[in-house]
Nanobody, 122 residues
Framework: VQLQASGGGLVQPGESPRLTCTASGSTSGIRTMAWYRQAAGKQRELVASISKDRSTNYADSVKGRFAISRDNAKNTMSLQMNSLKPEDTAVYFC?????????????????WGQGTLVTVSS
């Protein structure tokens, strides 16, 4: 499974950009998908996650401002970010939990996208 994130860039405080993650490869094995972010000098943190049946979970810092969604038919996941703050500046990574079952074996792993930088600054 390969993940490609897009939609980052320089935005002003209060703006509402949308990030998109597109999956390719063995996409039928994708289970929960998530967005993580890593600010300069800080550890990577979970922003939001969404299960295959679209149950969602958010970090307290983005709850009420960000909305995660996915389109299983198109193998995409999105993060609508609203009311951005300078402290939201980070590299955003998409992540997917993958389970691939064959007659011979079951393989489970996490796939990561390359990250997209979101800079919130006036």
């Amino acid at each position: 499974v390969q993940l490609q994130a897009s939609g980052g860039g320089l935005v002003q405080p209060g703006e509402s950009p949308r990030l998109t993650c597109t999956a390719s490869g063995s996409t039928s094995g994708i289970r929960t998908m998530a967005w993580y972010r890593q600010a300069a000098g800080k550890q990577r943190e979970l922003v939001a996650s969404i299960s295959k049946d679209r149950s969602t979970n958010y970090a307290d810092s983005v709850k009420g401002r960000f909305a995660i969604s996915r389109d299983n038919a198109k193998n995409t996941m999105s993060l609508q970010m609203n009311s951005l703050k300078p402290e939201d500046t980070a590299v955003y990574f998409c992540n997917a939990g993958v389970v691939i079952i064959t007659p011979a074996t079951t393989e489970a792993f996490y796939a990561w996208g390359q990250g997209t930088l979101v800079t919130v600054s006036s």
